[in-house]
């Protein structure tokens, strides 16, 4: 894969502190009455696991975007750490600076949380939330880690990702079907990934996942809702995703017997392409 190409293909959008947020459009062009989808990926990794997402939707006549959050894949690092509401506030300017006007929201792990702010604080924009293995309070899963390691949650979610680090710098990770397990924990998208995210604003971003609490978001919300989990995530429960999915009176809860946090989205034959398009798209 040529990642200068990759890049090339899509545009920065900058903002207001002067970074960079790097956006590939796909599929027709966003007309007035049309509805964008908008895919955003999770902590430490980039949008191009998503592209089969995209692809999938721009097949069903759909305008996408994929967008990479600060700090992530392609976009720019601003100083100082990201809050819940900083990635927020990027995702927002971009939309507008790219006319779009009334969005499905895909997005998974820190995006989820991102996706349900944006929900909560721009609920005209929003037809549609695909919440894919992410909690409305990411805390609770590492509740048992923190006791476990006495630690803060981001030491202790350190010590479960720490055994990827090294091999997330080797050749050959741009490949999804380079991860075969199903019981990751968590594993990065793209070698330049982790290379280019700092790890001080993945530990900092996971002390504000797990400060976010967004059970009102998801009571208020009026957006169609499918909720999909991982059976075997050890971030998320079973029970913080079908909380999930009561609060949000969600239209569909599908739970994925053999997949982890991560796998379900990097695996090369995961079935997400096809509940994404047929969820939004029938």
Known sequence: ?????????????????????????????????????????????????????????????????????????????????????????????????????????????LAGIVAMRIAQVAPEIVAALVLVGTSHRFGLGLRGMQRRYGARASDASLKIAAPHFRSARTPGQADVSHFRSHADLYLPRLRQDWAHTSLQVVLATVDAMCDADLTRALEGTHARTCVIHARRDTFIGHSEAAEMARLSRAERFEVMPDDGHASLVLRADSPLPGLVREFLHG
């Open 1 to 109: 894969m040529d990642l200068n190409h990759l890049r090339d293909a899509g545009r920065f959008v900058t903002m207001p502190e002067g970074h960079g947020i790097w956006v590939l459009r796909g599929g027709s062009a966003p007309s007035e009455d049309s509805i964008t989808d908008v895919f955003l990926h999770g902590l430490g990794g980039s949008s191009l696991p998503y592209h089969p997402c995209a692809e999938a939707a721009e097949a069903a006549g759909a305008p996408t975007l994929c967008i990479d959050l600060r700090g992530h894949g392609f976009s720019e690092r601003p100083d100082g750490d990201a809050s819940i509401d900083d990635y927020t506030a990027d995702m927002l300017r971009v939309l507008e600076a790219e006319g779009v006007t009334r969005i499905n929201l895909i997005g998974h792990c």
